[in-house]
């Protein structure tokens, strides 16, 4: 299965800045995905980010909070933007292998905003 | 909308205790059932799934058949080891593009 480097693992921020998470993976993949973790609660889709496209937003999340780069079949970022204390949970992100339907996670950027 | 609701923990179990971790979903169409665990410090891997109805998922001694009647896909091992203790995600997907995850369910073992 693909394999993903996530970056930071863990970082904590001071409110009102902006931290950037970089997801890397080994071999090309259409889809990726951001999670987003909240303390206690399940994982919930912010964007589905597709090569070459604008990423595509769930309810609830919008782009200038959490602008999504996906420069090419194997990178994507998320920037957490004006960062207030709710914004601490972790992130993750997904991709969908394009050879079946199995889906390979990060593990995880723990944010934390003070 | 979908939705899955999956038990509470933390979970301590002694070594090779049985373990069960309820898992109920709700979903408009016929959603594929997964289970995905996170070992300390790594990310969630797929550890099990299932695709339709009386469907037996299964790997690493792990178990789970969908139930439609029950709207069940509970996560079952028969012997569970100290290397088992993670964190145990069940999951829906009916598009097989967005998941619906449970809260997560913490498993200790211990020897």
């Known amino acids: 299965s693909a394999v993903i480097s996530q970056k930071p693992s863990r970082d904590i921020c001071q409110r009102g800045t902006s931290l950037t998470i970089q997801c890397q993976v080994d071999?090309?993949?259409?889809?990726m995905f951001w999670y987003r973790q909240q303390p206690g609660q399940s994982l919930t889709l912010i964007a589905t980010?597709?090569?070459?496209?604008?990423?595509?937003?769930e309810s609830g999340f919008v782009i200038d909070k959490f602008p999504i780069s996906r420069p090419n079949l194997t990178f994507s970022t998320l920037t957490v933007s004006n960062m207030s204390p709710e914004d601490s949970s972790i992130y993750l992100c997904?991709?969908?292998?394009?050879?079946?339907?199995?889906?390979?996670f990060g593990s995880g950027t723990r944010l934390t905003v003070v | 909308g979908d939705s899955v609701t999956q038990m509470e923990g933390p979970v301590t179990l002694s070594e090779e205790a049985f373990l069960t971790i309820n898992c109920t979903y709700t979903?408009?169409?016929?959603?594929?059932l997964f289970w995905y665990v996170q070992y300390p410090g790594e990310g969630l891997q797929l550890l099990l799934k299932?695709?339709?109805?009386?469907d037996k998922g299964s790997n690493k001694g792990f178990e789970a058949t969908y139930r439609k009647e029950t709207t069940s896909f509970h996560l079952e091992k028969g012997s569970v080891q100290v290397s088992d203790s993670a964190v145990y995600f069940c999951?829906?997907?009916?598009?097989?593009?967005?998941?619906?995850f449970g809260t997560g369910t913490s498993l200790t073992v211990i020897p």
């Open positions: 999951a829906l997907s009916e598009s097989g593009n967005q998941f619906y």
């Open positions: 979903a408009t169409g016929y959603p594929s």
């Open positions: 299932a695709t339709k109805a009386d």
């Open positions: 997904s991709v969908k292998r394009d050879s079946g339907d199995g889906y390979t």
């Open positions: 980010a597709n090569q070459g496209s604008e990423a595509t937003y």
């Open positions: 071999s090309q993949v259409t889809m």
